[in-house]
């Protein structure tokens, strides 16, 4: 059974206890977080002990799994310590900020043969499902260009994350793991090699030495050369007018057919005999609350402010569904982000429990990460062409 401690009592955590608490194969959950009154804030809210350090957290033997929700930037050296402690871990993205923590997360679950699993919301956004489902099908033919993006102005983040100046000015780059997640899970890819660009913010935080990461850029662009041939336009924006969705895939091309994007239509076309067909298939990847929705007065603004975009599955993610435990089932409204929670938290619980290695492991988090780690640098020489490192495919059969 798993023993969970939570490390950060933030905003994004609290959607995760009840899931956490909920499982079948969890035992207990505690908290812990550098601010006491936001582990005890949690205490009342969902009934869990305090632990009073991350130290004593990984120092306790009843405890065997870390669940890692601090700020983004934070994660790689937590994790590497609870691996080296004997926990598995689960953290929220990203993986890391450079390319040397992720090869010592790689190493570190090699060494302590435990779980490892990041937490991307985005391998189940229907999206990203529905391009991997119709191109491991054949549909689109071979893969040749793609585009993927997370916008999400940083006017609609928590207030938290604008006095951190750590947080406000982090290169987009470095919390890439949304646009490439969706993209790379699609294609079965990995990216091998990167061109990028920023656009420099006017905010004084951006300005010369003003940020701790000497970050110019808010907005960042790349195109990336990945392993199957093809080429993928990945996009991380931070200063952008614009909502919802925030994560999504607005093009994927084959040499057979193509899938395009905007806003609440989703739409397939084919080449045939005869010509080329064209297909809606938004209900299939839209929330069905959005599709039950679709002739209501104010549907477009509410597609725009993200009103059905958390809980509701769509059709696209029945199959996963099925798959969740019953007591899930019976918390249909403690979910988020397209749905994704409680598939994500499955995955780590079962992973464990069963001894398995989950989707999202150590080998694919990289995969994610450091992509956008090398576009950044790339971006930052101007856009000179890099080569991505690559830590290959995790060692045994997943
Ligand atoms: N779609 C997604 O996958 C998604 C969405 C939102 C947030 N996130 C990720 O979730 C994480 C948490 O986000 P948030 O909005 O809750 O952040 P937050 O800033 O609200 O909370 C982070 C908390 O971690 C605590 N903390 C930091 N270091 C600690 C330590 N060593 N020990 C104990 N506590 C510590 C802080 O005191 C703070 O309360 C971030 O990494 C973010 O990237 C992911």
Redesign the pocket.
Known sequence: MLRVAI???????ANFVPLFQAHPYVENVYV????DE?AQNYKSRFGTEVIA??EDAIAREDINCIAI????Y??AK?AIASLDAGKHVYS???MACTVDECRQIIEAVKRNKKTYMM????VYYPCSMYCKEQYQKGTFGDFVFGESQYFHDISHF?K??QE?IN?YTLPPFY?PT?STAMILNATGAYATKVTAFGVCDKDERYKDGNNPWNNPFSNEFSLMQLSNGGVARVSECRRIGYKAPSSYISGFYGTQGSYQFSNAQHIVTTLTEKGVDMLDVSDMINPIAMTQNKNDKDFKKNVANHKWQWNSFSPVQNKEKARLPQSYKRIPDVNG?MASHQLLIDDFCTGVYEGKMPYVNAWRAARYTIPGIIAHDSAMQGGVPLDIPDFGDPPSDE
């Open positions: 490390i950060g009592c933030g905003e994004f955590a812990c977080d550098l601010q936001k350090t991350f929700f601090t700020e983004r934070s994660h937590l929220a993205v990203p937490g991307e919301t985005c928590p938290i994350y951190d947080c919390y949304h982000h």
